[in-house]
């Protein structure tokens, strides 16, 4: 059931200094679920799984906004809205999804509309850069190494960021970072997004 259930995935931010305030209008919090699967599980992923998992989680109050995976498909990073944490666990239950982590997130810095499609430019890639500790955010070499910050995450008391970027290599997101004096927990390169529908 796992590998056919299995669809449900996030993000530093710019400007010599910057106030990050939280989005208008939530509806429900915001949280990054962290999955790991066995290669292959997610093969199979078409339109009735995705409509499966989505019922599931109406029942629930769980909304999935996008998942963002690694190119062999055994990690992902989803972003769901929920009511809370625990209808987050409980709609993986009913899905037979795995969950490694999940974080709420619901400050945000140029935050997508749910269902919008990155457009990447030619020859680059997509990259999640994980934060932790007190973050500051500085963009002002990013445009020296082709680094684009897409959307970025936050923890409410803004200690832990989830940034996606575009850029042309792992390098490039690496010297950017560094060159800004900001540093950070991991990159992950996330070539690919599988949406709800």
Not at 43 to 55: E, P, R, S, Y
Not at 68 to 97: D, F, H, M, Q, S
Not at 160 to 171: D, H, I, K, L
Request: charged fraction near 25%.
């Amino acid at each position: 059931m796992m590998k056919a259930i299995a669809a449900a995935t996030v993000m530093t931010m710019g400007g010599a200094s910057m106030t990050i305030a939280a989005e208008q209008d939530p509806v429900s919090h915001r949280f990054l679920i962290e999955r790991t699967f066995p290669e292959g599980a997610l093969d199979g992923v078409d339109a009735n799984v995705k409509a499966k998992v989505n019922a599931n989680n109406k029942t629930l109050g769980v909304a999935w906004e996008k998942s963002y995976t690694n190119a062999n498909k055994t990690k992902t990073y989803c972003i769901y809205n929920a009511p809370n944490e625990g209808a987050v666990r409980e709609a993986a239950k009913l899905n037979g999804l795995p969950v490694d982590n999940i974080t709420e997130i619901p400050l945000g810095f140029k935050p997508e509309p749910i269902g919008a499609v990155q457009d990447l430019a030619k020859g680059n890639r997509r990259y999640l850069v994980t934060r932790r500790g007190d973050v500051s955010f500085h963009d002002v070499n990013d445009g020296k190494f082709g680094v684009r910050l897409i959307t970025s995450y936050l923890t409410q008391d803004q200690r832990n960021s989830y940034s996606v970027y575009e850029a042309p290599s792992y390098a490039a997101i690496e010297e950017a970072a560094k060159a800004s004096g900001e540093s950070f927990d991991s990159i992950a390169e996330i070539p690919q997004t599988l949406y709800p529908r």
